[in-house]
């Protein structure tokens, strides 16, 4: 008797200790607005910083808290999601995450990395080995990826702006990145000199890929920093005749009463992932940014309008849906990888692409902020942010992350809040210039 009352009170104890650790692991301080921003850039920038690769100290592809992985890549590097990491280390020593000195000695040692990785007319491929080596991303995809080196392109031209005017080591930082940039052959991806982008080339397979870059998506970002090369820049008419499509970029519809002017992918009546209105904007400046086919900040916006509006509509009555829980981008899915769009809904929710569009609808992404960080907590929330995607539909809640959704994370919010990556990018002269050639006008651009 005395036996079975000691397991009764040692389970009894046992099952009140879980909860008590429970309740304090999910329990969250009431933050203020602000305060919430600034934990969620501050944990989110660490997955550049404590979850960097050790070995170059750039961004990871990927990186699994369950340490499931369906290959070795654990430690493989992004080009893109570099890019957008170098961008968050500028965030992190501006909010004081890290010192200005530690924040340029781990910029040093990436760019250092940079400068002797295996690069293709100047041109970076998709994922790199920590050994500096291409690592294929496909079978014919083991070259150049000039749409992952503008993003890259896009952050090292912010890095040299913030440093161009400090101390000795500082300018001969932005000097080394500033060579990097003018190295990048962008002419070369003409594929001959056509009017068109190319999205890939490789010294194995040459254009096998045969990837015409041609809008409207997330590749607008490249056309710029062509357009802005001081060495080997592009005429305007690649511009418009490959990426506007001669004109053909255009629509006219209005999902859920939002006008949208620009055919997502050459559809005229639908709009894709979130990730489109944003990975090219990080430096961009979408304010009062416009051309010849249309108001850049006003397309923003209204892709993140429609995409809030569909989710809140839910016409495919998934779980979770709703004005806090919002959201689709591409990320991991239930099936492996996937493009989420209203037109291609497969019940998972994207903390980035909420996150992220921050700048375009600061009310319905603090909502979203919100609602993960209090509501769904643990279940989202781990090291470094939020978890890449999940889904209440399927009880599915991955502990899993990637770099290329992290990144805009920090640098969307930072943007929406003071602008500091913008600024950055429109100072730099090329830019100016790249954008006036290609018929944009910008308050930035003056």
């Known amino acids: 008797m005395k036996l079975v009352y000691t397991f009764s009170l040692l389970f009894i104890l046992t099952i ?27 944990q989110t920038f660490n997955y550049f910083w404590d979850g960097a690769e050790p070995i170059s100290g750039l961004a990871r592809e990927r990186f699994h ?101 400090g101390n000795a080591k500082e300018k001969a930082l932005a000097a080394q990145v500033d060579e990097l940039w003018k190295g990048i052959d962008w002419t070369w991806y003409r594929n001959g000199n056509k009017n068109v982008l190319y999205w890939h080339w490789s010294p194995n397979v040459g254009w096998k890929m045969n990837f015409a870059l041609e809008g409207y998506n997330e590749c607008l970002i490249t056309y710029i920093m062509a357009a802005a090369s001081p060495t080997h820049t592009i005429p305007a008419e690649v511009y418009h005749e490959g990426w506007a499509r001669n004109g053909k970029i255009n629509t006219n519809i209005k999902p859920y009463g939002h006008p949208i002017k620009l055919a997502h992918n050459g559809e005229k009546n639908s709009v894709g992932p979130l990730f489109w209105s944003q990975y090219s904007y990080l430096g961009l400046d979408p304010r009062g940014l416009k051309d010849r086919y249309a108001n850049y900040w006003e397309e923003g916006k209204n892709h993140t309008l429609v995409n809030y509006d569909y989710c809140v509509a839910n016409p495919k009555k998934f779980k979770g849906y709703g004005p806090n829980s919002w959201g689709l981008t591409a990320s991991y899915s239930v099936k492996g990888y996937s493009g989420h769009s209203p037109t291609n809904d497969l019940g998972v929710i994207t903390p980035t692409a909420a996150l992220s569009s921050y700048p375009y609808t600061p009310k319905e992404s603090m909502k979203m902020i919100r609602h993960l960080y209090e509501d769904l907590g643990d ?68």
């Open 16 to 42: 009140s200790c879980q909860a008590q650790q429970k309740n304090k692991s999910t329990t969250k301080k009431k933050l203020s607005d602000n305060e919430l921003l600034t934990l969620v850039e501050k």
């Open 379 to 446: 279940k989202v929330w781990g090291e470094y942010g939020f978890y890449d995607a999940y889904s209440e539909t399927d009880n599915w809640y991955p502990k899993r992350y990637l770099g290329i959704d992290q990144g805009p994370i920090v640098v969307m919010i930072e943007n929406g809040r003071t602008g500091l990556l913008w600024k950055l990018f429109m100072s730099a002269p090329e830019v100016k210039t790249g954008l006036k050639k290609l018929g944009f006008t910008s308050p930035a651009i003056k």
């Open 65 to 165: 808290s369950d340490n499931v992985y369906r290959e070795n890549d654990k430690d493989v590097i992004a080009t893109g999601a570099v890019g957008f990491g170098v961008m968050a280390i500028l965030v992190g020593i501006e909010r004081k995450f890290i010192t200005r000195e530690q924040g340029l000695e781990r910029l040093q040692k990436g760019v250092n990395f940079l400068e002797k990785a295996d690069r293709f007319h100047g041109v970076w491929p998709h994922w790199i080995y920590p050994s500096g080596k291409v690592k294929p991303f496909s079978k014919f995809d083991d070259g150049g990826d000039l749409v992952e080196t503008a993003y890259l392109a896009q952050g090292l031209l912010c890095v040299r702006e913030y440093f161009k005017n």
